[in-house]
Nanobody, 129 residues
Framework: QVQLLESGGGLVQAGGSLRLSCAAS????????MGWFRQAPGKERNFVAA????????YYGDSVTGRFTISRDNAKNTVYLQMNSLKPEDTAVYYC??????????????????????WGQGTQVTVSS
């Protein structure tokens, strides 16, 4: 069983920055791609960013490209999401997730939330205008 625990959310003014962390349990973290997704009130959960198992490939949603950066530290079993130039429309609950298949790095899989099998409980990010 894999457990994912997000942290780093909070309240920030527009234009500010936050860094989210997601700590994973288990010994196979470095074999799996990881993703970040978000869900705003009354809306569907959407893809934000993903990173391959090695960290060599990253993908971003259109609305965050150029502002957010995903990274991982396999020695610490942790994936990060650095969020800069935050906007009120970034307000959402942010979830990290682990891809269901090891050593996959293709765009179709990493951007598809149905391909992820373990999810964290989420962390709230609120951006005030």
């Amino acid at each position: 069983q894999v457990q994912l625990l997000e942290s780093g959310g909070g309240l920030v003014q527009a234009g500010g920055s936050l860094r989210l962390s997601c700590a994973a349990s288990g010994r196979t973290f470095s074999s799996y791609a990881m993703g970040w997704f978000r869900q705003a009130p009354g809306k569907e959960r959407n893809f934000v960013a993903a990173i391959s198992w090695s960290g060599g490939t990253t993908y971003y949603g259109d609305s965050v490209t150029g502002r957010f950066t995903i990274s991982r530290d396999n020695a610490k079993n942790t994936v990060y999401l650095q969020m800069n130039s935050l906007k009120p429309e970034d307000t959402a609950v942010y979830y990290c997730a682990r891809l269901g298949n090891s050593y996959y790095s293709g765009k179709y899989y990493l951007q598809n939330q149905a391909k992820y099998d373990y999810w964290g409980q989420g962390t709230q990010v609120t951006v005030s205008s």
